[in-house]
């Protein structure tokens, strides 16, 4: 289902205020993510913009965000336009390919659903509010029964192209990483990734697990302060730093073995593994560390439901239904870990908590013979002092 003009909720009555910033122009919203600063205006072409690449605008900090898409196009549910629009950023989309041609640092000035540049309205498009994003968001959820149709066709295609390599193993290639018997922690960018990472430090730190990152979850151990044992995925979205960290890397190939991120790798000196797949890049990773023999997977950032495939623009989910069938009880799913307890301790708390502290030293001090010598000292010592500026003072 796409949404009509007659779809989208009337924008109110009352005058938005005028947005002014420099323009950065990126066609692919990850990578202009890199480059924003707080003030300036994203102009990407992203249709349903997902809830990763919302997260990643918001903590670049832009002023706006003109879209050449539709934000939400009706396919399904996303909850990209809601977190912008949330966060205070200006949204307007549907701009049309004219908006792509914008120069870069070029001062735009946002005037409801206006793109104004030296005086002159370079395109125009829909400017969202929280009761646009909510009509959208609410057409949007009819098309899901479509989609998940969609889905199930796609899945068993997937399911008869890949059967041997998700239930039996065959094709999985030989690297030099061990897994026998070892934990692995998969960190792939997904939803709430680096709160997730933050929350399991103390298990990285006890037990030592197979650290790997799919593509920019490489970035996300390094970041961390870790160093990824593996690197897996296409290559589109880890940074070289990461690649050239000394970690094993496994490009993720087509199954007639092109691989786009191979000659990337290849530029930067190191020697990888090429796996061929059809599934997705998590799924892979995972059924390389199960055919290795590892003990435990426990995964960080991982998409397992209907609204986060369709998030990732993924046609079926059979590699990842399969995958974690095979696995069964070896994974652990992290995701999500970092919301499920937080610590709430005020400023008054650890106050209070500190002066306790205090007073229990000091009482177990006055109830020895030592604590009481020692406060007497103390007491003397202070008498000293009191005597010694009041001499100043009387003389």
């Given amino acids: 289902m796409i949404l009509r003009k007659s779809d989208r909720a009337p924008e109110p009555d009352a005058e938005l205020p005028q947005t002014v910033g420099p323009a950065r122009v990126g066609s692919r919203t990850k990578d202009l993510t890199k480059r924003l600063r707080a003030g300036d205006i994203a102009v990407i072409d992203h249709v349903d913009i997902d809830r990763v690449a919302a997260d990643a605008l918001v903590t670049a900090?832009?002023?706006?965000?003109?879209?050449?898409?539709r934000s939400t196009s009706g396919r399904y549910p996303n909850a990209g336009p809601g977190i912008l629009v949330e966060a205070g950023i200006t949204l307007v989309d549907d701009l049309g390919p004219a908006v792509m041609s914008l120069a870069e640092g070029a001062t735009v000035t946002i005037d409801e659903g206006r793109v104004v540049v030296d005086g002159v309205t370079v395109a125009e498009g829909t400017r969202q509010t929280a009761e646009t994003v909510a009509a959208e968001t609410a057409v949007a959820r009819e098309g899901l029964s479509a989609e998940i149709e969609n889905f199930a066709e796609n899945t068993m295609t997937y399911l008869r192209r890949e059967r041997?390599?998700?239930?039996?193993?065959?094709?999985?290639?030989?690297?030099?990483?061990?897994?026998?018997?070892?934990?692995?922690?998969?960190?792939?960018?997904?939803?709430?990734?680096?709160?997730?990472?933050?929350?399991?430090r103390s298990y990285i730190t006890e037990n030592r697990p197979v650290l790997v990152g799919v593509d920019g979850g490489a970035d996300a151990i390094v970041d961390a302060g870790w160093k990824p044992d593996m690197i897996v995925g296409d290559m589109d979205s880890v940074s070289d730093r990461a690649l050239s960290s000394g970690a094993e890397i496994v490009v993720h190939a087509y199954r007639d073995g092109n691989a786009p991120g191979l000659e990337r790798v290849r530029a930067l000196g190191v020697d990888p593994v090429v796996f061929p797949a059809t599934g997705t890049s998590e799924d892979i990773a995972m059924l390389l560390a199960d055919d290795k023999g590892a003990e435990l997977i426990v995964a960080v950032g991982t998409h397992a439901t209907l609204v986060e495939f369709l998030d990732k623009g993924r046609a079926g989910m059979a590699s990842t239904f399969?995958?974690?069938?095979?696995?069964?009880?070896?994974?652990?799913d992290a995701k999500g870990v970092s919301r499920l307890y937080r610590t709430r301790i005020s400023n008054l708390q650890l106050t209070l908590l500190t002066l306790a502290g205090i007073a229990a030293v000091v009482a177990a001090l006055w109830s020895t013979s030592v604590g009481q010598t020692f406060f007497g000292l103390v007491g003397a010592r202070i008498d000293d002092l009191v005597s010694w500026v009041g001499s100043l003072f009387g003389a």
Avoid: C, Q, W
């Fill in 164 to 200: 041997d390599l998700l239930l039996d193993g065959v094709g999985v290639p030989d690297v030099r990483t061990s897994f026998d018997g070892r934990h692995v922690l998969i960190v792939v960018r997904g939803y709430h990734y680096r709160e997730d990472l933050a929350m399991l």
């Fill in 322 to 332: 399969l995958t974690r069938l095979r696995i069964g009880g070896k994974l652990v």
């Fill in 61 to 69: 900090g832009p002023a706006a965000v003109l879209n050449a898409a």
